[in-house]
T-cell receptor
Framework: AQKITQTQPGMFVQEKEAVTLDCTYDTSDQSYGLFWYKQPSSGEMIFLIYQGSYDEQNATEGRYSLNFQKARKSANLVISASQLGDSAMYFCAMRERGTGRRALTFGSGTRLQVQP | EAGVTQSPTHLIKTRGQQATLRCSPISGHTSVYWYQQALGLGLQFLLWYDEGEERNRGNFPPRFSGRQFPNYSSELNVNALELEDSALYLC?????????????FGPGTRLTVL
């Protein structure tokens, strides 16, 4: 069974600094996708970034980058130049492509607080 | 382009009643997913619909059911409500079976069972 682990329940970062949110995963499937979502206090889940298991380069989207280390089964999210609006819950998620399942399996989340 | 929409925003019910939640996917998306997020917990997969058919369901009892309409909108029904059903219910849509990329979420329906 697939599993996502986020070991940091909460993180603090100073405004304008970079922060890394950890995510490790466990799967027996060779083909899978990894996702990061942001959930502000309003509750909506905002899609941030995607990494496919066969992608050779780390995904980047603006200030977000995904540090993908396949052998270690880790997919850490790096946020550069943190802003106050980045304060939110962040969820790592995975979908195994080979099983026919399309639903995402989520980690327990990391609450990021950006301090001025 | 309009995103995923959900209604109602908030819903208050009492134990034993039925709740109906609605979701409209992004235009062109044929897959709809339902997730439950209980307070302080992560998201748990409930149901997946594509092209009008239920494709997969999570580890939830049969009183959680739903359907997808010809216009790809979806409805989640929760029968015989229990206190622990109180949660944020999130709907997401994607490009269907061939879609390998992100699921896009709606704002959620917060269900409170008294």
């Amino acid at each position: 069974a697939q599993k996502i682990t986020q070991t940091q329940p909460g993180m603090f970062v100073q405004e304008k600094e970079a922060v890394t949110l950890d995510c490790t995963y466990d799967t027996s499937d060779q083909s899978y996708g990894l996702f990061w979502y942001k959930q502000p206090s309003s509750g909506e889940m905002i899609f941030l970034i995607y990494q496919g298991s066969y992608d050779e380069q780390n995904a980047t989207e603006g200030r977000y980058s995904l540090n993908f280390q396949k052998a270690r089964k880790s997919a850490n999210l790096v946020i550069s130049a943190s802003q106050l609006g980045d304060s939110a819950m962040y969820f790592c998620a995975m979908r195994e492509r080979g099983t026919g399942r399309r639903a995402l399996t989520f980690g327990s989340g990391t609450r990021l607080q950006v301090q001025p | 382009e309009a995103g995923v929409t959900q209604s109602p925003t908030h819903l208050i019910k009492t134990r034993g009643q039925q709740a109906t939640l609605r979701c409209s996917p992004i235009s062109g998306h044929t897959s709809v997913y339902w997730y439950q997020q209980a307070l302080g917990l992560g998201l748990q997969f409930l149901l997946w619909y594509d092209e009008g058919e239920e494709r997969n369901r999570g580890n939830f009892p049969p009183r959680f059911s739903g359907r997808q309409f010809p216009n790809y909108s979806s409805e989640l029904n929760v029968n015989a409500l229990e206190l622990e059903d109180s949660a944020l219910y999130l709907c997401a849509s994607s490009l269907g079976l061939a879609g390998a990329y992100g699921q896009y979420f709606g704002p959620g329906t917060r269900l409170t069972v008294l």
